[in-house]
T-cell receptor, first 116, second 112 residues
Framework: GAVVSQHPSWVICKSGTSVKIECRSL??????MFWYRQFPKQSLMLMAT?????????EQGVEKDKFLINHASLTLSTLTVTSAHPEDSSFYIC????????????FGAGSRLTVL | DAKTTQPPSMDCAEGRAANLPCNHS???????VYWYRQIHSQGPQYIIH???NNETNEMASLIITEDRKSSTLILPHATLRDTAVYYC?????????????FGTGTQLKVEL
């Protein structure tokens, strides 16, 4: 079955530094990947759609210069949180579709970011 | 994506069937009903989807009313590992950019 891997699963960084999170589709190619953010006790909020070979599409209210997305290959998308601040501490989750016709998304296990 | 309404929480005894309802009264003719769940501190997991016929797989059954305005996800023999937030989402099979919009879901707690 389709597997999406995220790395790292958790990261702690100092305020002002940048953090990169990787999302890989392990056994399939994904022209599109999605990045979500989830704060404690809240639902998942879509941040952006990552498109292979082109610019990401950001949801309203998400700063594209702060959350840099790169989708350089059909199996890898990266999210870089630049100049992280404590309010960026959250659970970041990526997903991809196998495009089997069922329109089903496979999600990674998530990456927990804590900014001190 | 059309709006769905789910109860915020439900409890179920282990070994019993868990029936999770979802209202989607504004569902369009080309929209399917999808169910995902999220176990604490993990990514969401796809469970099942359907258009108008009842569906069953190794994880669950999906019962959709004839008017398609509501549905019920059934976990036939709930276990402690089924404790999770369950999300009901309606969306087209194609189009919409594939993205999923999550509501607040139902927190299912399976207890001994």
């Amino acid at each position: 079955g389709a597997v999406v891997s995220q790395h790292p699963s958790w990261v702690i960084c100092k305020s002002g530094t940048s953090v990169k999170i990787e999302c890989r589709s392990l056994d399939f190619q994904a022209t599109t990947m999605f990045w979500y953010r989830q704060f404690p006790k809240q639902s998942l909020m879509l941040m952006a759609t990552s498109n292979e070979g082109s610019k990401a599409t950001y949801e309203q209210g998400v700063e594209k210069d702060k959350f840099l997305i790169n989708h350089a290959s059909l199996t890898l998308s990266t999210l870089t949180v630049t100049s992280a601040h404590p309010e960026d501490s959250s659970f970041y989750i990526c997903s991809a579709s196998l495009l089997s016709g069922a329109n089903v998304l496979t999600f990674g296990a998530g990456s927990r970011l804590t900014v001190l | 994506d059309a709006k769905t309404t789910q109860p915020p929480s439900m409890d179920c005894a282990e070994g019993r069937a868990a029936n999770l309802p979802c209202n989607h009264s504004t569902i369009s003719g080309n929209e399917y009903v999808y169910w995902y769940r999220q176990i604490h501190s993990q990514g969401p997991q796809y469970i099942i989807h359907g258009l108008k016929n009842n569906e069953t797989n190794e994880m669950a059954s999906l019962i959709i009313t004839e008017d398609r305005k509501s549905s019920t996800l059934i976990l036939p023999h709930a276990t402690l590992r089924d404790t999770a937030v369950y999300y009901c989402i309606v969306r087209p099979l194609t189009g919409g950019g594939n993205k999923l919009t999550f509501g607040t879901g139902t927190q299912l707690k399976v207890e001994l």
